[in-house]
Nanobody, 124 residues
């Protein structure tokens, strides 16, 4: 599958919000588990959230629970990551990918190639 495309990043002050989108033009996101990942400078890429393909189960890494919400817009073949109450530690390049597993307890491994990602910078 061709890698999905991320958009919606930007510069925001602490406490602000951003809405990231992940879309695909040649395959159905609704039929796949979709994950969001991020990579901060000098750090390894980490899984942030995912949404399951069957019952829309969702997973969040502990550091974003209560602040980030993942959802689908199937009319646009898109997965959304709504990020509220952002903190400087959320600064990273955010990527999305189809993943082999998603449950409330675990985000699986990606199996689509990485795209260019979208930069999120939280700074005053």
């Amino acid at each position: 599958q061709v890698q999905p495309v991320e958009s919606g990043g930007g510069l925001v002050q602490p406490g602000g919000s951003l809405r990231l989108s992940c879309s695909a033009s040649t395959w159905s996101m609704a039929r796949n588990n979709i994950g969001w990942f991020r990579q901060a400078p000098g750090k390894e890429r980490e899984g942030v959230s995912c949404i399951g393909r069957n019952i829309d189960s969702t997973y969040y890494v502990e550091s974003v629970k209560g602040r980030f919400t993942i959802s689908r817009d199937n009319t646009k073949n898109t997965v959304i990551l709504q990020m509220n109450n952002l903190v400087p530690e959320d600064t990273a390049v955010y990527y999305c990918a189809a993943v082999n597993y998603c449950s409330v307890a675990k985000l699986g491994a990606p199996f689509t190639a990485w795209g260019q990602g979208t930069q999120v910078t939280v700074s005053s």
